[in-house]
């Protein structure tokens, strides 16, 4: 089994900035990639950035610039610094992680979610 621990969402002003993790545990032989999601209520699930074991980072249009996904192997964890937080950036964030796993086979799992809120 695999767990994934999401934290450091919040409340933060326009133009503000926050970091998001999520590490993952449990039987975990590798990871291939792990992303950021968003959901925005009423809104369908939305690929925020991605990036693989060999560190390359795949970004959405609208965070290009200001978000940076970025990745501790050795943790098994993703964190996305996000800067210059617009009102729209307003969403619950998701982690996803995929790989392999000790005792065979694959694995994909979503975070818990956080919560983002930029508001003055």
């Known amino acids: 089994q695999v767990q994934l621990v999401e934290s450091g969402g919040g409340l933060v002003q326009p133009g503000g900035s926050l970091r998001l993790s999520c590490a993952a545990s449990?039987?975990?032989?590798?990871?291939?990639?792990m992303g950021w999601y968003r959901q925005a209520p009423g809104q369908q699930r939305e690929l925020v950035a991605t990036?693989?074991?060999?560190?390359?980072?795949n970004y959405s249009d609208f965070v290009k610039g200001r978000f940076t996904i970025s990745g501790d192997n050795a943790k098994n964890t993703v964190y996305l610094e996000m800067n210059n937080l617009k009102p729209e950036d307003t969403a619950l964030y998701y982690c996803?992680?995929?790989?392999?796993?000790?005792?065979?086979?694959?694995?994909?799992?979503w975070g818990q979610g956080t919560q983002v809120t930029v508001s003055s």
């Open positions: 996803n992680i995929a790989g392999r796993r000790r005792a065979g086979g694959t694995f994909a799992y």
């Open positions: 449990g039987s975990i032989f590798s990871i291939y990639a």
């Open positions: 990036i693989t074991s060999g560190a390359n980072t």
